[in-house]
Nanobody, 124 residues
Framework: QVQLVESGGGLVQAGGSLRLSCAASGRSISTYAMGWFRQAPGKEREFVGVITLRGITTDYADSAKGRFTISTDNTRNTVYLQMNSLKTEDTAVYYC?????????????????WGQGTQVTVSS
């Protein structure tokens, strides 16, 4: 079993930055694919980005490209989501997820473990 805990959410003005963290425990996630998703009120949970824990592959939703960056610290079993140039439409609960096979995917149903989420609110 893998437990995931997100942190770093909060309130920020449009144009600002936040860095979210996802700390994993229970076992090493060095061979997993780690995804970030978000869910705004009344909307489906949507893909934000994914990284393979060897850091070889990253992929982002179009809405995140050029503004968000996913990185890893394998020594700390932690994944980060750096968010810059934030917009009001980025307001959502952000979740990290782990996929055992290590194959990156946009499909939330293919992830095995999820964190509890952290709220990001971007004000205008």
């Amino acid at each position: 079993q893998v437990q995931l805990v997100e942190s770093g959410g909060g309130l920020v003005q449009a144009g600002g930055s936040l860095r979210l963290s996802c700390a994993a425990s229970g076992r090493s996630i060095s061979t997993y694919a780690m995804g970030w998703f978000r869910q705004a009120p009344g909307k489906e949970r949507e893909f934000v980005g994914v990284i393979t824990l060897r850091g070889i592959t990253t992929d982002y939703a179009d809405s995140a490209k050029g503004r968000f960056t996913i990185s890893t610290d394998n020594t700390r079993n932690t994944v980060y989501l750096q968010m810059n140039s934030l917009k009001t439409e980025d307001t959502a609960v952000y979740y990290c997820a782990a996929r055992r096979t290590g194959v990156p995917t946009h499909d939330k149903d293919l992830y095995n473990y999820w964190g509890q989420g952290t709220q990001v609110t971007v004000s205008s």
